[in-house]
């Protein structure tokens, strides 16, 4: 398998592009320290290099007025620490600048060497970018200093509380923002919303404001995010200027004790802080270049989501989905959601017909079973069987889809490693991912890795396999890892290579429990509940069911395929039943799961994937005896699965 594969005309590009860039700089005196000013993507830029930079180069940030109250910037440079710039104005925080502000830092700790994580600095409406970027990279910021800042622009420009606004740039914001006046209050992507992650990564803040500031109210911005920000478990505190005179209506004032606020910044930002880069655990194929010149092309984009409750629940896919819709801002996407709580890769590939191709062919599919995989028990020719079952029927329907396969943390998994073995999970993603030229991220090593190192902590941060806001950040800043590297060279027509397992459930589908015959005690409940009232799974309820809760009760079914199985709805009074394919040995299956007390969880059962191609008979029959604790010997069938 080839990983970033690149043009020797690609290689060329980026050199040649990095040496135009540095015969373009002019250095300039400030403050008797060298200010190096460039173009940066047809921007003004600069840096700010100190007479002796600290350990890991610290460095400050500075958002849209990078003239304005310069006297903590001169202490820090004087520290050690670099100063930086890129014009991005007028561009209010929105998507638009956030996709230069991520090319400048990548530029500046790459190219540049600056430290891994930066200090923002954000005046008046530059606060509108500090928690823009902030948001989107908590990983990346040492702190957030911010001075008068916006924090919600309904308040300014937009003038909709006390303060007078400033109509012309509203109506800029509102054309930027795609909004209207009616729908511009619900606009979610502005510091006072979505706290959640920064928080959770406990990135210091602190915001100095004017209390009679009649442009950028602090009642509309500032205090109700650091309240918002507290409330969440971040750092934050408000230096009110009090001293000196206020002007331009108090939203200018003099600054106090400018070294005491230098001193937030370096207590944050040093000793320099290396963590682990993600880049270490992703392996990127060609094939995300190919989905991303068709988005540039087209305008149209479909990206799927498969995998159990991590991707059903929000956060990192939501992240995803918002990121490429921003790097992407003229193409129309179609977004899958097609994660179902429970469930690992045989039942992804026995219904992704169903809950993906048949909405869509993906040009990209974000594939995630591993953790589901270890609870439920599959072995690993059944992940396997699973897991190559859906990349071919993938490709088969768009041999330049890109899939990317995904191995997420959990208890079990940090115990492998802690003993010195690769989950066998993690091992068969990777070696499928291989085989098929698909991207993979290992996110689970990750994670194992930097708890080892120190930066975070499962109990405290991570919490749970089902990731905290941390841990959504944390799978979130990997895959965006993944989807900015460089461009790849143009990728070859896929080509199927061989299967892995010649029983790959590539033509695995759901069959209709209607077609079930020769009931005795078994009926058809077309819109099925729990008499129970129990939960249920989004997708296993109010659907057709084959029901049976006496012992004795039996149907059989008639079916042409390769492997016949049950997709069961397994709740507290789930019982035992017997099975038999054609004139095969009876075998016995245990329908009620460790889950099943307080749920009618969906639970997927190939009962022989090695059959003879042909029509076959399957025979079901409810045994007397449960696990249950005496509940009833009850079995419910949503769907038979057949690989043809």
């Known amino acids: 398998m080839k990983f970033r594969v690149f043009s020797t005309w690609a290689l060329l590009s980026l050199v040649f592009g990095f040496q135009t860039l540095l015969a373009q700089e002019r250095t300039v005196n400030w403050k008797g320290f060298e200010k190096v000013q460039f173009r940066f993507q047809d921007r003004d830029a600069f ?5 002796k930079a600290l ?62 994580k930066v200090a923002l600095e954000g005046v008046s409406r530059g606060g509108l970018y500090v928690y823009g970027w902030a948001k989107r990279n908590p990983g990346k910021v040492s702190c957030i200093y911010a001075e008068a800042p916006v924090c919600d622009p309904n308040s300014w420009p937009g003038g909709k509380g006390k303060g007078k606004g400033a109509p012309a740039e509203w109506a800029k914001w ?31 803040v602190l915001h100095v404001i004017g209390l009679r500031d009649a442009i950028v109210p602090p009642d509309e911005n500032t205090l109700p995010l650091v309240k918002e920000y507290t409330r969440l478990g971040g750092p934050a505190a408000v230096y009110p200027m009090t001293r000196g005179k206020q002007n331009l209506e108090g939203h200018h004032f003099p600054i106090e004790h400018p070294e005491r606020l230098a001193d937030f910044i370096y207590s944050n930002s040093v ?41 059903h629940n929000k956060g990192w896919r939501n992240k995803v ?42 040009d990209i599919l974000f594939l995630e079973a591993a953790v589901n995989d270890r609870g439920n028990g599959f072995s690993e020719k059944e992940q396997v069987r699973a897991l190559e079952g859906i990349l071919r029927r993938l490709y088969q329907q768009n041999a330049h889809a890109a899939a990317v396969l995904m191995a997420f943390a959990d208890p079990a998994k940090n115990a492998d490693y802690t003993a010195g073995k690769e989950p066998v999970e993690v091992a068969v993603h990777k070696k499928i991912a291989e085989h098929y030229n698909a991207s993979f991220i290992n996110l689970s090593r990750e994670v194992y890795d930097r708890i080892q ?64 015959r020769q009931l005795k005690g078994f009926t058809v409940t077309d819109h099925w509940k729990p008499a129970d009232h129990k939960n249920t799974r989004e997708g296993f309820v109010d659907i057709p069911v084959l029901e049976g809760e006496a012992a004795g009760a039996s149907f059989e079914l008639a079916f042409s395929g390769r492997a016949i199985g049950l997709a069961v709805i397994a709740g507290p009074d789930a019982g035992t039943i017997r099975y038999r394919v054609d004139r095969g040995a009876a075998k016995t299956v245990d329908l009620y799961t460790p889950w099943s007390k307080n ?22 029959e409810i045994l007397p005896q449960s696990n249950n604790a005496g509940q009833g010997p009850a079995c419910r069938i ?7």
Not at 471 to 481: C, H, N, P, R, S
Not at 599 to 618: A, E, I, K
Not at 638 to 644: P, R, S, T
């Open 47 to 51: 840096y700010i290099k100190p007479m």
């Open 55 to 116: 350990p890991g180069n610290p460095w400050v940030w500075r958002a849209h007025f990078p003239d304005w109250h310069t006297e903590m910037d001169s202490i820090l440079v004087t520290r050690g620490f670099h100063v930086a710039y890129v014009n991005t104005n007028n561009l209010f925080g929105l998507p638009q600048a956030m996709q230069v502000w991520d090319a400048f830092y990548e530029h500046l700790v790459k190219e540049r060497k600056l430290a891994p």
């Open 174 to 204: 509102l054309q930027l923002a795609g909004q209207t006046e009616a729908t511009a209050a619900d606009y979610a992507d502005i510091p006072l919303k979505d706290l959640a992650g920064l928080a959770a990564f406990k990135v210091p």
């Open 271 to 311: 000793p320099v802080q290396a963590p682990l880069q993600s880049s270490a655990y992703v392996k990127a194929s060609a094939s995300l270049a190919g989905a991303f010149r068709k988005f540039e092309e087209t305008k149209k984009g479909t990206v799927a989501f498969l995998g159990g409750s991590i991707t």
């Open 321 to 362: 989905a918002q990121y490429l819709q921003e790097r992407f801002p003229h193409t129309t996407f179609q977004f899958i959601a097609a994660g179902i709580p429970s469930l690992g890769s045989t039942p992804h590939a026995f219904r992704f017909s169903r809950d993906v191709l048949e909405k869509g062919t993906p």
């Open 453 to 516: 190192a120190g930066e975070f902590s499962w109990e405290y941060d991570f919490k749970d396999l089902h990731p905290s806001p941390f841990g959504q950040e944390i799978y979130f800043q990997t895959m965006k890892t993944l989807l900015r590297q460089p461009p790849a060279a143009q990728p070859a027509p896929a080509k199927l290579p061989p299967k892995l397992d010649a029983r790959a459930y590539d033509k695995g589908r759901y069959l209709a429990v209607a077609e079930a």
């Open 599 to 620: 749920l009618h969880l969906p639970w997927y059962l190939v009962l022989d994937g090695d059959l003879r191609p042909g029509r076959h008979t399957l025979h079901v």
């Open 638 to 644: 949503a769907y038979f699965l057949v690989n043809e």
